[in-house]
């Protein structure tokens, strides 16, 4: 009887171990599996990704097509930022276009988080994201 319990258990040992690891390394296209480039916070739209840096109060923004490659900024247009503080208002941000990216200053006063709205048309096609940001 005590063998009978002992394989049981070792059985189960295993079959629960081999469980733990079965998922390990295999990420079959979930959205968190996408790097940022540069290493800031990257999220996906319609056939394309962005990517936001943000360095003090300086927003920089990078976008990316479905392959995260590059974007050409001509590939975007009706382009808007606004940013929400929260139990606040919504406010639109002036930002600079570049070369590469866009780039925008937000200063969210007394409040340590935002959300940073990205309105804008890919390829003919209406989209938006959200950033949440935290102020360091």
């Excluded at 295993?14 to 998922?23: D, R, T, Y």
């Excluded at 590059?70 to 070369?99: C, H, Q």
């Amino acid at each position: 009887m005590k063998k009978k319990f002992l394989k049981l258990g070792m059985m189960s040992f295993l079959v629960l171990s081999i469980s733990i690891f079965a998922g390990d390394g295999h990420d079959h296209g979930v959205p968190g599996a996408v790097v940022a480039p540069k290493g800031g916070e990257i999220k996906p739209a319609v056939g394309s990704y962005f990517e936001l840096l943000k360095m003090g109060n300086v927003l920089k923004i990078y976008p990316y097509d479905d392959k995260v490659k590059p974007l050409a900024l001509t590939a975007i247009t009706d382009i808007s930022m606004t940013t929400k503080i929260p139990r606040g208002a919504e406010e639109k941000l002036i930002f600079k276009v570049n070369s590469d990216h866009y780039e925008a200053t937000f200063e969210p006063k007394k409040s340590h988080r935002f959300e940073l709205i990205l309105k804008f048309k890919v390829k003919n096609h209406d989209d938006s994201v959200t950033f949440n940001i935290e102020k360091n």
